[in-house]
């Protein structure tokens, strides 16, 4: 039997079929999840643990679900409430800690030589600083805008604010990212 | 006029917003229109477009999706992992747990009663304190004479009394025949008898304990007649 939407999901995890839900589950949506801890985070490893939670912690309440709003959204309000815990908990150890910290953005592209790959990380890194140093309401419509290609609509409905707004945030974040990442082309 | 102005910028800043899904290709076809349209009135703001279409055609190059899906490929696998194996342990744990805890308790509970430290009877610890009491009081007297519901005070005074005779008939003294003349000559005995038995104590050396101990052995009886001879003991003398 195919579970493909979120009811088929709901409905055979909590009837016992859990195993199979809990796949479909985070297959649908893994790549959403770690994107976005990821660009919470900045790093691959520590969005991996942070991405496991989310799913651990939906997966024990999706009984809980009463859906009144998209699994996408509750499932995005759990990643962005897990990831600020993590933050906290870095800022608190980084405190503690001297000497370079672990950079995780660590994975060559197979196809690039190695010259261009350096090149890749280092515009990559470039990048996802920029992105941190965005106002958090203008990096999550870019992120959701940009990367997960969702409506408006969708995002106003995740992030509680207005349509109008969120073009105007969109627009901000795209001009700060070009303004900042031109430097690097030049 | 000042009204215009304000509505003409808030048009203006609405039509700029709609540069990003422009360049990117979202942008509805009414959308597209106008921001074509304020393109065309104003060729400065062209400007910025390249630059947002050059940026972003090298971060489209980072292949960010493509990292992503690699990175998260077996979240699911991990996710299971973790989720089945927890619940798994928490489930064995709450069964271990589950049969454990009566057998346990069974296991002490059949050790305190072998050792004898669980005594059903004398749960309470007054009634078993003086439980205690009492099986000392056998342990150093003569159970028998406590236990033993046909030896009768009469028994163990006809006792004393047979013992008295055959010691005056073996000593090849008189034996009284009338029942006041045995009561004196008896009270006369067991006076002697303590007298004897204290200047022994003494002239042995035994020390206070071993007479407690002595005394411990005395019949009841034989305690209250003694102490009835020590009312009449002059102490001065």
């Known amino acids: 039997m195919l579970i493909e939407t979120d009811y088929d999901i709901v409905r055979e995890y909590t009837s016992g079929n859990r195993e199979t839900a809990a796949t479909a589950f985070v297959r649908k949506y893994q790549k959403f999840v770690y994107a976005s801890a990821f660009r919470y985070l900045q790093s691959y490893d520590d969005a991996e643990d942070a991405s496991q939670e989310v799913f651990i912690k939906a997966l024990n309440n999706l009984h809980k679900f009463r859906g009144e709003s ?48 350096l090149e890749k990380n280092e515009y990559e890194e470039k990048f996802v600083k920029v992105l941190s140093k965005l106002p958090e309401k203008q990096r999550e419509t870019f992120a959701l805008r940009y990367f997960e290609n969702m409506t408006y609509e969708e995002m106003s409905n995740m992030l509680g604010t207005s349509v109008g707004g969120l073009k105007a945030n969109y627009f901000q974040a795209v001009r700060k990212v070009t303004e900042m990442m031109k430097k690097d082309l030049n | 006029m000042n009204s215009n102005s304000e509505i003409k910028k808030q048009d203006s800043e609405e039509v700029q917003e709609l540069l990003p899904d422009y360049v990117f290709g979202r942008i509805s076809p009414e959308d597209k229109f106008s921001f074509e349209n304020y393109l065309n009135e104003h060729p400065e703001f062209q400007n910025e477009v390249n630059e947002v279409r050059k940026v972003f055609s090298e971060i489209g190059k980072l292949d960010f999706d493509k990292k992503i899906v690699l990175k998260s490929r077996d979240l699911s696998v991990k996710v299971n992992e973790r989720l089945f194996s927890r619940r798994a342990k928490l489930r064995s744990g709450f069964l271990s747990l589950k049969f454990l805890a009566p057998v346990l308790t069974s296991l002490i509970i059949i050790i305190l009663i072998i050792n004898g430290k669980f005594d059903f009877l004398s749960w309470d610890s007054n009634v078993s304190s003086k439980q ?100 009449n003991v002059n102490v001065a003398s």
């Not at chain 2, 000392?136 to 004479?145: C, G, H, I």
């Not at chain 2, 005070?153 to 090849?172: K, M, T, V, Y």
């Not at chain 2, 305690?223 to 009312?231: A, F, R, T, V």
Request: proline share 3%.
């Open chain 2, 132 to 231: 205690n009491a009492i099986m000392s009081v056998l342990d150093k007297t003569d159970a028998a004479t406590l236990v033993d519901e046909n030896v009768t005070e009469r028994d163990i005074l006809q006792e004393s009394a047979n013992q008295f005779i055959d010691e005056r008939f073996n000593a090849g003294q008189n034996i009284p025949q009338d029942d006041k003349s045995i009561a004196e000559v008896m009270e006369s005995y067991f006076g002697d008898e303590l007298v004897n038995n204290a200047a022994g104590l003494s002239a042995t050396g035994e020390s206070d304990s071993d007479i407690y101990k002595q005394l411990n052995t005395i019949d009841e009886n034989d305690l209250q007649e003694i102490l009835k001879e020590l009312k």
């Open chain 1, 70 to 117: 998209s699994i996408k959204t509750w499932l995005y309000r759990i990643t962005i409430n897990i990831c600020s815990s993590v933050l906290r908990k870095k800022k608190i150890l980084s405190v503690f800690k001297f000497g370079p910290q672990e950079d995780a953005i660590d994975l060559p592209s197979e196809d690039a030589t190695p010259h261009e790959n």
